[in-house]
């Protein structure tokens, strides 16, 4: 760019910068407005993200694990290598240890087996609260919404109230059938077990049907009640109701709520703490800063967890803008 250009630039920059600042026509004014509106969210935005995660970058290309020094990219190749490490067919040619492949492949996994069922559970409720003139329906949304306010350790020790050795159901369960309650207990058991998962899996749902729920009451806000209305004096059943008539208009809103719940699953952290059942990356965090303060891996996984969380919600967000234009 030449020196004239320079100049142009500047000229442009200066004269817009005056009108924001003391505009002359209506158009000028209105942008002075979105620029006052925009502004608290680009400084959070920049403060609490870009700042942030340019330091994550670096920090994950760092020769020292503790802090910023020199530039390599092993660590991303070691994520890399583990994840193909762990692929059922090419893993066996890969020479790396599958810690991170295994790390990956269990966010995936657990994070939509839990979002389907707490979105699925959503629907049914919303469809409960939004079409049935339900006795203290305030107090029952105040339960429902209740579990969205909880920290992550708080939501694990009420499972463990439920479903420990000693868990009120755990013992009930036991007498009903005469088992060991440490037999039956959903939680205390080995890291990887099917006990201990399904106690996992009742924590994340408990913390993620309210979300969906909320998300999916103003999908239902939206519904077109006559056509519900006519399809049933047609003699189409209630199931058929909304299988042809309720669940395409709301389509929209369960992509997004499938989207939003499971990003909340990849990113809980204290249940998966406190119960220690399934090893996911917010875990993998933890033991990588915990033992050995590698923070340029945890750094490495974290950027690769963030790349990968803004890609699925670009694509997501993009099938949603279709379903609904469409």
């Not at 920059?13 to 209105?30: F, Q, W």
Request: proline fraction near 5%.
């Amino acid at each position: 760019m030449s020196t004239l250009d320079d100049e142009k630039l500047v000229g442009r920059l200066r004269t817009r910068s005056e009108r924001l600042l003391a505009p002359v026509t209506e158009r000028d004014r209105e942008r002075r407005r979105i620029a006052a509106l925009v502004a608290p969210f680009l400084l959070l935005a920049v403060v609490g993200a870009f700042v942030p995660l340019v330091y994550l970058v670096r920090m994950s290309l760092s020769e020292s694990s503790a802090a910023i020094q020199g530039l390599q990219f092993g660590n991303f190749r070691t994520l890399a290598l583990s994840i193909l490490a762990y692929l059922p067919v090419v893993g066996g040619g890969v020479s790396a240890d599958p810690v991170y492949g295994e790390v990956v492949w269990n966010s995936l996994w657990f994070g939509a087996a839990t979002t389907v069922v707490s979105v699925a559970v959503g629907i049914a409720v919303a469809h409960g609260l939004e079409n049935y003139d339900l006795p203290r329906e305030g107090l029952l949304v105040t339960l429902i919404s209740f579990p969205i306010s909880l920290p992550g350790i708080v939501v694990a020790f009420m499972i463990m109230v439920w479903f420990a050795r000693t868990g009120v159901l755990t013992n009930f369960f036991a007498a009903v059938s005469g088992m060991d309650p440490v037999d039956l207990a959903l939680t205390g058991q080995p890291p990887g077990t099917a006990l201990a998962i399904a106690g996992l899996f009742l924590g994340y749902c408990y913390s993620m049907i309210p979300r969906a729920t909320f998300l999916l009451r103003g999908s239902y806000a939206e519904v077109n009640t006559d056509a519900e209305e006519a399809a049933r004096a047609l003699g189409a059943t209630p199931w058929q109701t909304f299988r042809y008539v309720t669940l395409p208009q709301i389509r929209p809103g369960v992509v997004g709520a499938l989207i939003l719940t499971f990003r909340t699953a990849l990113a809980i952290f204290g249940t998966v703490l406190v119960l220690k059942a399934l090893s996911v990356v917010t875990f993998r965090f933890d033991q990588e800063l915990s033992t050995g303060w590698n923070l340029s891996m945890a750094s490495a996984l974290a950027v690769v967890f963030f790349a990968f969380t803004l890609a699925f919600t670009f694509v997501g967000l993009r099938y949603t803008s279709a379903e609904v234009t469409g």
